[in-house]
């Protein structure tokens, strides 16, 4: 297995669907992290979790809803999703020392296209 | 607040030997982080250097002046695997990678 694993892979939804990623880390890490990843544009951060607790949200909006149960599994819920939120979606865990992160383990991505 | 540059792309010949540089500014510093990501791929984490100097590790080397707020990554002996893209990324404080934009390599024959 690898260290972080997303599902789905791909996924089209409409604008009135709900629908969730999976993210499961497998590595023993303690931080989860979603981020948004658009053509010409720099890797977003956008939810941070650390010992299952919500540390930071960079300004999401609400359509966008996480979901931590375990230092192990990461969601996000999505709905009334936009054209404009089609990206990859990205998880990614770490092991903060002193709250610094040198080294993110990132899986494979989920590739959104909402129509 | 924080931003990383980088070049958006650029270009080298088989076996050659490139730099992607990193320009920094950021309200804290602790170091800097270089990434890889194939097209399709996940981004995977290549180094980090935390003090001033080159760290090398096999074929890529990494260096950082924090004088200069700037760092770079050197490919050597290019291959056409190489071809993908560069992340420069700076850890902050509460857990956080803050990411440049990335470079894409590009590798004639």
């Known amino acids: 297995e690898t260290g972080v694993t997303q599902t789905p892979r791909h996924l089209v939804m409409g604008m009135t669907n709900k629908k969730s990623l999976k993210c499961e880390q497998h590595l023993g890490h303690n931080a989860m992290y979603w981020y948004k990843q658009s053509a010409k544009k720099p890797l977003e951060l956008m939810f941070v979790?650390?010992?299952?607790?919500?540390?930071e949200n960079n300004s999401v909006p609400s359509r966008f809803s996480p979901e931590c149960p375990n230092s192990s599994h990461l969601f996000l819920h999505l709905h009334t999703l936009q054209p404009e939120d089609s990206a990859l979606y990205l998880c990614?865990?770490?092991?903060?020392?002193?709250?610094?992160?040198?080294?993110?383990?990132f899986g494979q991505g989920t590739r959104l296209t909402v129509v | 607040g924080q931003s990383l540059e980088q070049p958006s792309e650029v270009t080298a010949v088989e076996g050659a030997i490139v730099q992607i540089n990193c320009t920094y500014q950021?309200?804290?510093?602790?170091?800097l982080s270089w990434y890889q990501q194939h097209d399709g791929g996940a981004p995977t984490f290549l180094s980090y250097n935390a003090l001033d100097g080159l760290e090398e590790t096999g074929r890529f080397s990494s260096f950082l002046s924090r004088s200069d707020s700037y760092g770079y990554l050197l490919l050597q002996e290019l291959q056409m695997k190489d071809s993908a893209s560069y992340f420069c990324a700076a850890p902050n404080r509460d857990d956080k990678i803050i990411f440049g934009k990335g470079t894409r390599l590009h590798i004639l024959p």
């Open positions: 979790y650390n010992f299952k607790e919500q540390t």
């Open positions: 990614a865990s770490s092991n903060p020392g002193q709250g610094v992160v040198t080294e993110a383990f």
């Open positions: 950021t309200s804290g510093f602790y170091g």
